[in-house]
C-alpha cells in the first residue's frame, strides 16, 4: 500500500521557521519525484517544490525561491521541506505528492491541478503576522 505521511506543520510567527516531512512507503523510492503543494482557504492549489529523489534535482515556485529548500533521504524515504523566512502569506495546508519525475515538475511549476499518483493527508501551516 502506497503511502505518503507528512508531519511538522504549526503555528509560527512572521519571520520564523518550519520543517516538514513527507515519508513515504510502498513504491520505489528513488523512481520517483514527490513534490509540496499547498492551498490555502478559497485559492486554487499552488505548486512549491519538488525533488528527483534519484538525483536530487530540485525545482522551486518562484514565490518560495530564497527561503525554502527541498531536500531527500533516500535512507529514509523522506522528503523534507525547510522553510525558512515563513510569511503569513505562506499560510496554508500543505501536501507532498509523488509521481514520475517529469509529471511532478510540471505540476509544480506550470499546472498545480495536474493529477498526480499519490497525496499526502496535508499538514496545516499557519504563519501569524
Known amino acids: 500500500e502506497v503511502q505518503l505521511v507528512e508531519s511538522g506543520g504549526g503555528l509560527v510567527q512572521a519571520g520564523g521557521s518550519l520543517r516538514l516531512s513527507c515519508a513515504a512507503s510502498g513504491f520505489t523510492f528513488d523512481d520517483y519525484a514527490i513534490g509540496w503543494f499547498r492551498q490555502a482557504p478559497g485559492k486554487e492549489r499552488e505548486g512549491v517544490s519538488c525533488?528527483?529523489?534519484?538525483?536530487?534535482?530540485?525545482y522551486y515556485a518562484d514565490s518560495v525561491k530564497g527561503r525554502f529548500t527541498i531536500s531527500s533521504d533516500s535512507a529514509k524515504n523522506t522528503v523534507y521541506l525547510q522553510m525558512n523566512s515563513l510569511k503569513p502569506e505562506d499560510t496554508a495546508v500543505y501536501y507532498c505528492?509523488?509521481?514520475?519525475?517529469?509529471?511532478?515538475?510540471?505540476?509544480?511549476?506550470?499546472?498545480?491541478?495536474?493529477?498526480?499518483?499519490?497525496w499526502g493527508q496535508g499538514t496545516q501551516v499557519t504563519v501569524s503576522s
Open positions: 505528492a509523488a509521481d514520475l519525475p517529469s509529471t511532478v515538475a510540471v505540476a509544480i511549476l506550470v499546472y498545480p491541478t495536474r493529477p498526480l499518483d499519490y
Open positions: 525533488i528527483r529523489n534519484r538525483d536530487g534535482r530540485t
